[in-house]
């Protein structure tokens, strides 16, 4: 059974970083895409980063150079993250951890990410 589960949203202030952690559980890291996306208030949900199972990054424009994602393997659990730094107010969104393999998409449940001084 596939689960995801995000965790490290919250308030910042503009120039600060988050780090999200999404725990997979029932994901072969080797042949899933790991992605995030966001959604802010009004808007359609959008990819901000993925990496393949061959480790191959893809970032959307406005986030490269301040985000980064990767994956991590434990003895007993697998995280994908997103280290955000200089964050931006136009960053301000509810972020969700995605797993995809060819037609199967899972979603995790979105953690808030709110930049404001």
């Known amino acids: 059974q596939v689960q995801l589960v995000e965790s490290g949203g919250g308030l910042v202030q503009p120039g600060g970083s988050l780090r999200l952690s999404c725990a997979a559980s029932g994901i072969d890291f080797t042949i899933y895409t790991m992605s995030w996306y966001r959604q802010a208030p009004g808007k359609q949900r959008e990819l901000v980063a993925f990496?393949?199972?061959?480790?191959?990054?893809?970032?959307k424009e406005s986030v490269k150079g301040r985000f980064t994602i990767s994956k991590n393997e434990y003895e007993n659990t697998n995280t994908v993250d997103l280290q955000m730094n200089s964050l931006k107010p136009e960053d301000t969104a509810v972020y969700y951890c995605?797993?995809?393999?060819?037609?199967?998409?899972?979603w995790g449940q979105g953690t808030q990410v709110t930049v404001s001084s």
């Open positions: 990496i393949t199972g061959r480790e191959k990054e893809y970032y």
């Open positions: 995605n797993a995809r393999l060819e037609s199967r998409f899972y």
